[in-house]
């Protein structure tokens, strides 16, 4: 080895992993036409690859602009019957053996309903992180935490020291 390399002078600032796939989550959720609720996913392996990403929003094939985005009133109008969550969208989206999933991890900005559980805990993905439990009290996240607590599926908030307000700056270099 060459005495005059100096090891260790990287940078001190980068991004946890947690840190990472959150903002790709959060990122991801930005692509949602939800005007009240934009929720993102990524699912990451054990080795720190993501293998899939999804946002809440319309089905494919489902034109947006007829889409009811209301949150009150008759149920057919609203947008609870017909939107798809940001965790269901992420497994649904992954194009590869579904074996992948088995122990992977979830990053999430709001906590689970029950349904988006179920299909977390058959898909065999073994960890939920999560930012906001905004929730807690309703039966659906309530359900979800019974679920994944007799199934085995971990579940933690993510770290509030690690929130951060990350910039991205999307230019061309001229």
């Known amino acids: ?5 100096i090891l260790g002078r990287k940078r001190k600032d980068y991004l946890t992993w947690d840190t990472y796939f959150m903002a790709i989550a959060k990122l991801s959720a ?17 080795d720190n690859r993501i293998l899939s990403i999804g946002y809440n929003g319309a089905p494919n094939g489902y034109e947006d602009d007829n889409f009811p985005w209301e949150r ?28 992948d999933f088995e122990n992977a991890k979830i990053y999430v900005d709001l906590f689970p ?15 939920v992180i999560y930012l906001s439990d905004k929730y807690a009290s309703s039966n659906e996240t309530i359900a979800s935490k019974k679920l994944f607590d007799s199934c085995g599926v971990k579940y933690r908030q993510f770290p509030k020291e690690e929130c951060k307000k990350i910039e991205i700056l999307l230019e061309t270099n001229k």
């Open 113 to 127: 309903c029950n349904e988006c559980a179920k299909e977390i805990i058959q898909s065999g993905i073994k960890e």
């Open 72 to 99: 009150e009133g008759n149920p057919l109008g609203t947008k609870y019957l017909y939107v798809v969550h940001a965790e269901r969208n992420a497994i649904l989206n992954y194009r590869g053996n579904r074996k």
């Open 30 to 46: 930005q692509r949602s036409k939800d005007p009240n609720t934009q929720v993102g996913a990524c699912i990451v392996n054990l």
């Open 1 to 5: 080895m060459d005495n005059n390399v």
